[in-house]
């Protein structure tokens, strides 16, 4: 089993609608769980941390739930902007990072 | 402007000739790290360097070497480059290890012919 999985999508939306993805993380003493948003060919870039108490950030909330071991994403009132694949982060046995291969979603208008 | 910074972007070099990959940050982080890129697998670690001089694999670490003389510089060696090291290759910093947030050079777009 991969440490961390995602569904790799993928996921056409259109503008303005709500759009929610999971990720599902093996190493049940992970701490640190991060999303980030990479565009095509481009670098990886830190979209939340994801905190216990989950956390948000405008139309980005991120929760952690740790009985079920995933992490999830939702979006409201998506963008045309938005458009991107998102990477899931938890961590390994050895605490190292370990990066899902991603979902990519398309918003369309 | 706070910035890791990766040369070259793009590569092409033929099997068994010796290349580097430079990485470099301006953020005083002790942490950075290299990563390889290809389609449907996530991010699979290199190396990483806690600190100058301290240096450790990764998942993938076979056919690498990596140097850490300088808290700014971080290089990546391919000393025989083989055509399954075709990637897309990121160097990575961090203030507080591999725990926390990285910060990720724009890319190298690697072709081993």
């Known amino acids: 089993r991969k440490e961390v999985e995602q569904d790799p999508g993928p996921f056409n939306v259109p503008e303005g609608a709500t759009v929610a993805f999971n990720c599902t993380y093996s190493?049940?003493?992970?701490?640190?769980f991060f999303w980030y948003r990479q565009d095509c060919r481009k670098e990886p870039k830190l979209l939340m941390s994801v905190y216990s108490s989950g956390n948000e950030d405008g139309r980005f909330t991120a929760q952690l739930n740790r009985a079920s071991q995933y992490i999830s994403l939702l979006i409201r009132d998506s963008k045309l902007s938005d458009s991107a694949t998102y990477l899931c982060?938890?961590?390994?046995?050895?605490?190292?990072?370990?990066w899902g291969a991603g979902t990519k979603l398309i918003i369309k208008p | 402007e706070a910035q890791v910074t990766q040369n070259p972007r793009y590569l092409i070099t033929v099997t068994g000739k010796k290349l580097t990959v430079t990485c470099s940050q301006n953020m005083n982080h002790e942490y950075m790290s290299w990563y390889r890129q290809d389609p449907g697998l996530g991010l699979r670690q290199i190396y990483y360097s806690m600190n100058v001089e301290v240096t450790d694999k990764g998942d993938v670490p076979e056919g690498y070497k990596v140097s850490r003389k300088e808290k700014r510089n971080f290089p990546l060696i391919l000393e025989s480059p083989s055509p399954n090291q075709t990637s897309l290759y990121f160097c990575a910093s961090s203030p507080r290890g591999f725990e926390s947030i990285q910060y990720f050079g724009a890319g190298t777009r690697l072709s081993v012919l």
């Open positions: 190493n049940s003493a992970s701490q640190s």
């Open positions: 982060v938890g961590q390994d046995s050895n605490y190292q990072l370990i």
